[in-house]
């Protein structure tokens, strides 16, 4: 009997001890889902958002389809969260140095001498005919978890992480339209098919978090097995949601 309760209260404590995490769908105005993420496309240009990463980290894709060139002004554009404006472009310049120093061999004292590159990023970007840019900078949400009003559905899953397990993995849902989502940024962008922006055009997007499931970490990256001499072994797959992220839960 004693050994009976103590693998309850191990399975018990195991339970609750899995790390778990909040899966964020996103969704945008201008913007389709696709296998590639999130996709706008017309005659100009087509841009893609791609986020799958630990909290997001928002990857731009932006091919000009145009047979002339066109231009992207960084320092009229911006990511915003809220009412906060977070900008490309800052006039700073990075710079990195180097030391070397020697003693020659007649000499007791030792000669040196400091290199360095100083790098500053242009605030406008040109892209010509037919070929694509890409740009990776802001982590769309990079601290906390989401609070999640109203009430979830609860969806039951087969466990990816042990395929043999006969029970079910209850996912709890959270669904949102735009106006009630507790997750909403914006990526503003200023372009233009001339060098002096004399055509210029901005692209406004706004995102926000349509769907957010609740469940444990090993539904999200799963497990591949892998074979080595002798035997087989797994190891977590790489996350790979293009259209949305995940934010890891504490572990109550």
């Not at 601290?143 to 992480?161: A, D, F, M, Q, Y």
Request: hydrophobic share 35%.
């Amino acid at each position: 009997m004693k050994t009976l309760n103590l693998f309850i209260v191990c399975i018990v404590t195991l339970t609750a001890c899995t790390p778990k995490a909040q899966l964020v769908t996103l969704r945008g105005n201008n913007v389709q889902p696709a296998p590639e993420g999130l996709v706008l496309d017309n005659d100009t240009l087509t841009l893609r958002y791609n986020f799958s990463s630990e909290r997001g980290q928002m990857h731009i894709s932006l091919v000009n389809k145009l047979n002339k060139p066109l231009y992207v002004d960084w320092k009229r554009s911006a990511f915003i969260i809220g009412q906060d404006k977070l900008d490309y472009w800052y006039d700073v310049a990075d710079v990195n140095l180097a030391t070397s120093s020697f003693s020659p061999w007649y000499g007791r004292y030792r000669i040196g001498s400091i290199t360095g590159t100083i790098t500053k990023d242009d605030p406008v970007t040109f892209i010509p005919p037919q070929t694509k840019i890409d740009k990776q900078q802001f982590v769309v949400f990079p601290n906390g978890t989401l609070r999640l009003p109203g009430k979830p559905e609860v969806v039951e899953e087969k466990s990816v992480v042990n395929p043999s397990r006969k029970k079910p993995i209850a996912i709890s849902v959270f669904n949102y339209s735009v106006d009630q989502s507790p997750f909403q940024f914006r990526n503003y962008l200023t372009l233009s098919t001339d060098k002096d922006f004399k055509n210029e055009f901005v692209i406004d997007t706004k995102f926000w978090a349509s769907d957010v499931r609740v469940l444990p970490m090993g539904q999200i990256t799963g497990v591949m097995v892998q074979p080595y001499e002798g035997g087989t072994y797994t190891v977590a797959k790489p996350f790979n949601k293009p259209d949305g992220f995940y934010i890891p839960l504490p572990i109550e």
